[in-house]
């Protein structure tokens, strides 16, 4: 089946520093990547639309300075967290749309970052 | 490792039948669970969760879950269904004691045939 690879899984960093998550669709051409961000004892909110070739659409209320997102190929969408800090410590998941007839979505594993 | 697993990829069913979709995790200690749908061309939506409490919980849109721990079951139902409730849904899992890491189902899609 379709798999979706987002990397790394785990990363703390400093304060101030900049960290960089991976997405890839493995095996599928992915028109269309979801960033989603997950604070503790809260669900999942949308954070950003990731179209191939084109500038992301970000939600109401997210910093598209902040949250640089990059989606240069159709199996690679990255999420850079610039100048981190503890308040953006939290779970950070892509998915990616497969753009065939089943239009399904597949989720990556998720990254957790810890931000001191 | 903790896993999530939808048993049905593909549902169908007539408006007005009744719905049970099933999730299963396996994680022996504390989770939150969630159920999220997918309407066609948008994106996830959450539909409800259990954090504690009353292990039935009601959500959006006249779903409700229940939560049974003994059988490490959250499975979603809906009295009646409706054209309108054509989507994907997924089951996601969290535990508080490993970081929060969401883990979610393979996804369950729901054909509603008017």
């Known amino acids: 089946g379709a798999v979706v690879s987002q990397h790394p899984s785990w990363v703390i960093c400093k304060s101030g520093t900049s960290v960089k998550i991976e997405c890839r669709s493995l095996?599928?051409?992915?028109?269309?990547m979801f960033w989603y961000r997950q604070f503790p004892k809260q669900s999942l909110m949308l954070m950003a639309t990731s179209n191939e070739g084109s500038k992301a659409t970000y939600e109401q209320g997210v910093e598209k300075d902040k949250f640089l997102i990059n989606h240069a190929s159709l199996t690679l969408s990255t999420l850079t967290v610039t100048s981190a800090h503890p308040e953006d410590s939290s779970f950070y998941i892509c998915s990616a749309r497969n753009g065939g007839l089943s239009e399904k979505l597949f989720f990556g594993s998720g990254t957790q970052l810890s931000v001191l | 490792a903790q896993s999530v697993s939808q048993h049905n990829h593909h549902v169908i069913l007539s408006e007005a039948a009744s719905l049970e979709l099933g999730c299963n995790y396996s994680?022996?200690?504390?989770?939150?669970l969630f159920w999220y749908v997918q309407y066609p061309g948008q994106h996830l939506q959450l539909l409800l969760k259990?954090?504690?409490?009353?292990?039935l919980v009601k959500g959006i849109k006249g779903f409700e879950a229940e939560f049974i721990k003994s059988k490490f079951s959250f499975n979603l139902r809906k009295p009646s269904v409706q054209w309108s409730d054509t989507a994907e849904y997924f089951c996601?899992?969290?535990?508080?004691?490993?970081?929060?890491?969401?883990?979610f189902g393979q996804g369950t899609e729901l054909s509603v045939k008017p």
């Open positions: 994680y022996g200690g504390t989770v939150n």
């Open positions: 996601a899992v969290n535990s508080p004691n490993q970081g929060g890491k969401l883990i």
């Open positions: 259990y954090f504690s409490g009353d292990p």
């Open positions: 095996d599928f051409q992915a028109t269309t």
